[in-house]
């Protein structure tokens, strides 16, 4: 029932409610489906029928993604190093991904290693002719 966030963007004033106002007893909390998981990514339908936080046995990285109904929005950290995020009133699809810059950016390094090494290995060859 408690969480503690490192930051909340508040999306609209009933989400400040849901969030800050304590649940009726009777209230109906939200439930989620994992429709696919992969070590990288993985698929969830959600029902919501209030603002909810959803907290992922994931740990918090910054690579990671999500999207719900195909909008993107950032996820933050929950409990000091898990991954999170909130979700609206309704049922939505949300799609969660490791896709950290530094990996494009190592593959970027690595192709243009491997074009200098095969430009060389022209030059030189071109060169003891």
């Avoid at 609209?12 to 304590?22: I, L, S, T, Y």
């Avoid at 898990?82 to 939505?92: A, C, I, M, Q, S």
Wanted: glycine letters at 8%; proline letters at 8%.
């Amino acid at each position: 029932n408690t969480a503690y966030l490192e930051k909340l963007e508040i999306e609209a004033e009933e989400q400040r409610n849901d969030f800050f106002k304590p649940r009726p007893a009777d209230a109906p909390i939200a439930s989620t489906q994992i429709l696919e998981a992969t070590p990288t990514e993985y698929r969830l339908h959600v029902k919501a029928p209030r603002y909810s936080l959803i907290v992922s046995s994931v740990p918090w990285w910054s690579g990671w993604k999500v999207e719900r109904n195909g909008a993107r929005i950032e996820p933050f950290r929950v409990n000091g190093g898990f991954l999170g995020f909130t979700v609206p009133p309704g049922e939505l699809d949300v799609r969660v991904w490791y896709d950290p810059w530094t990996f494009r950016f190592g593959a970027i390094a690595a192709l243009a290693t491997v074009a200098g090494l095969i430009g060389v290995g022209v030059k030189m060859r071109s060169d003891s002719r």
